[in-house]
């Protein structure tokens, strides 16, 4: 859940029917939307309709970039809609399901599907999103919304990752999990105190209730402790009575993009290492090279340009050849571009009026 203002419960049960419009992403695991075959769910609109499925697709092409599949040709489905939120909310994501079989951890569907090494819904969604119908948001995919904009494309990364794990199932009136059955991987790594981090998962239900509204909640996943110099990572725990976002969400202040809320004119398009720990941790293989995105081909009186999505710590050189056939590719001048997690312009002056292919090495 991402949300303007101040969040309220978690929901996770989501279900409609939808249809099925595959669509090819980018190496990795494939990422692929499920459009709702109603006219009017928003993303059939006929004024905004095409700019908001373009965002989404963007969201779930860079998404295919960051995770390695789990399984031989592993599709994650991701159903979407348009729907009045309320209280500020921008949008609301999740799994199709939590469960476990015999003695295993539950697991969100996408976590189990890598787990058991197979589709365990076949023609089924495994992420739900409903973004607000009524939000100001910015479809473009450079992330610069306007100062009055909420960024679509940080949204849906966002509630994608809630679909993919980053969502606990600690009942917020007893403390328990809303399953019988016990606590899902998300739960493992959670501890109350630092210096303590005892877990939460040997804890009563009524020490449990305490330690996720305590402001002293923490990560120990390994990965993502690594990432952070060692220590464990703070979750957001604020008290339960005035914010439920809580457990799910790092704090307001960590500019991670699983911050509980959004502000205008923010975006965030990459991992950090700590966020690339948590998928880490949750069972996920995170690609260590994320192939660029390019997006945004133009031509002016300055010469060829496009975009491409820089991940943080990867660096790209960008090649060309002048014919399909050529074997040779040739480096635009000047030195390797180091990603900091923005959108990057690459202007070709020489590229204006002659036939050109470009490609881009992630080192
Ligand atoms: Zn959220």
Request: proline share 7%; glycine share 12%; hydrophobic share 40%.
């Amino acid at each position: 859940m991402l949300r303007t203002l101040r969040p309220e419960l978690l929901a996770l049960a989501l279900a409609w029917l939808t249809a099925t419009t595959p669509t090819d992403t980018a190496a990795g695991t494939r990422f692929v939307p499920q459009y709702s075959f109603n006219a009017n769910d928003g993303f059939n609109d006929p004024l905004l309709g095409a700019n908001r499925r373009a965002a989404l697709e963007f969201a779930l092409a860079l998404w295919s970039t960051w995770l390695v599949p789990s399984y031989d040709a592993e599709v994650i489905t991701v159903a979407v809609g348009f729907i009045p939120q309320f209280g500020g909310t921008l949008a609301e994501g999740g799994p199709a399901d939590i469960y476990r079989v015999g003695s295993e951890l539950n697991r969100v569907t996408p976590l189990a599907n890598g787990f058991y090494g197979r589709d365990t819904n076949p023609g089924q969604p495994e992420i739900y999103v409903d973004f607000d119908l009524n939000s100001n948001f910015y479809l473009g995919l450079d992330g610069r919304p306007g100062t009055n904009q909420y960024d679509f494309v940080t949204t849906a990364l966002h509630e994608v990752g809630h679909g993919l794990g980053i969502l606990d199932i600690i009942n917020r009136q007893t403390g328990g999990y809303f399953r019988d059955d016990g606590p899902s991987v998300y739960e493992l790594f959670l501890a109350q105190t630092a210096g303590t981090y005892a877990p939460l998962i040997s804890m009563t239900d009524a020490e449990r209730l305490a330690a996720i509204g305590s402001g002293d909640l923490w990560w120990t996943g390994p990965a993502a402790s690594a990432a952070n110099g060692g220590q464990p990572v703070r979750i957001h725990a604020p008290p339960l009575a005035a914010d439920g976002s809580g457990v799910s969400h790092l704090p307001l202040d960590s500019g991670s993009l699983w911050s509980p809320s959004l502000g205008r004119g923010e975006a965030t398009h990459s991992l950090t290492a700590i966020e690339r720990g948590f998928f880490t941790d949750l069972g996920y293989t995170v690609a260590t090279h994320p192939p660029a995105l390019l997006f945004k081909p133009a031509s002016d009186t300055n010469g060829f340009c496009f975009m491409f999505q820089t991940a943080i710590g990867v660096s790209y050189v960008i090649e060309f050849k002048a014919a399909f056939q050529d074997p040779t590719w040739t480096a635009l001048p000047g030195p390797p571009i180091v990603g900091d997690g923005t959108a990057h312009m690459v202007r070709d002056p020489a590229g204006l009026g002659a036939q050109r292919f470009y490609r881009i090495q992630s080192q």
